[in-house]
T-cell receptor
Framework: GQQLNQSPQSMFIQEGEDVSMNCTSS?????WLWYKQDPGEGPVLLIA?????ELTSNGRLTAQFGITRKDSFLNISASIPSDVGIYFC????????????FGQGTRLTINP | DADVTQTPRNRITKTGKRIMLECSQT?????MYWYRQDPGLGLRLIYY???????NKGEISDGYSVSRQAQAKFSLSLESAIPNQTALYFC?????????FGSGTRLTVV
């Protein structure tokens, strides 16, 4: 089936550092979504992107929908302890039932 | 109350047992989904439903079945649980503004 390649799989950073993660695919998507998952909870939507080339911010988070529609990145600036968690990208397919395909996740750990 | 409620939150069951995971939503959405999460694999789609009469297999439906009892309820069953079905299971709904996930059911098959 379709796959999203998300990298890096894990990150260990110092508080205050910026973070960058990305997702690529061989498939074309009409929507890119970025989620965060805290321990014991379901994914929560951070940013949604609907147009190729779109750059959207949500506080310290910035995400972009790649021009080719096959990739997206998420940046977090000036990380804080509550940013710890697992971040997932998800792409919605253009064809068929428009299902969501998820990346493998990026586990973010922050050292105080 | 949560928009999407999953029960139970945790369950340990024995190999060969039948088990049902339940999901209910108050969002009024027609579209509901069941995903499975395994470490390093992200979320994978098991089944999805666009309304009470519309049930569709996802990418990993083998060993699972579902029932859409009402617009608000979508249950997932493991007819004969096996250890490699040990995972975190999420139910989700989809509306005009995206997906809403439940808090998950952690299932362990021993």
């Amino acid at each position: 089936g379709q796959q999203l390649n998300q990298s890096p799989q894990s990150m260990f950073i110092q508080e205050g550092e910026d973070v960058s993660m990305n997702c690529t695919s061989s498939s074309i998507f009409n929507t890119w979504l970025w989620y965060k998952q805290d321990p014991g909870e379901g994914p929560v939507l951070l940013i949604a992107l609907y147009k190729a080339g779109e750059l959207t911010s949500n506080g310290r988070l910035t995400a972009q929908f790649g021009i080719t529609r096959k990739d997206s990145f998420l940046n977090i600036s000036a990380s804080i302890p509550s940013d710890v968690g697992i971040y997932f990208c998800a792409g919605q397919l253009i064809q068929g039932a428009q299902k969501l395909v998820f990346g493998q996740g990026t586990r973010l750990t922050i050292n105080p | 109350d949560a928009d999407v409620t999953q029960t139970p939150r945790n369950r340990i069951t024995k190999t060969g047992k039948r088990i049902m995971l339940e999901c209910s939503q108050t969002k009024g959405h027609d579209r509901m989904y069941w995903y499975r999460q395994d470490p390093g694999l992200g979320l994978r789609l098991i089944y999805y439903s666009f309304d009470v009469k519309d049930i569709n297999k996802g990418e990993i439906s083998d060993g699972y079945s579902v029932s859409r009892q009402a617009q608000a309820k979508f249950s997932l069953s493991l007819e004969s649980a096996i250890p490699n079905q040990t995972a975190l299971y999420f139910c989700a709904t989809r509306g005009n503004y995206g997906y809403t996930f439940g808090s998950g059911t952690r299932l362990t098959v021993v």
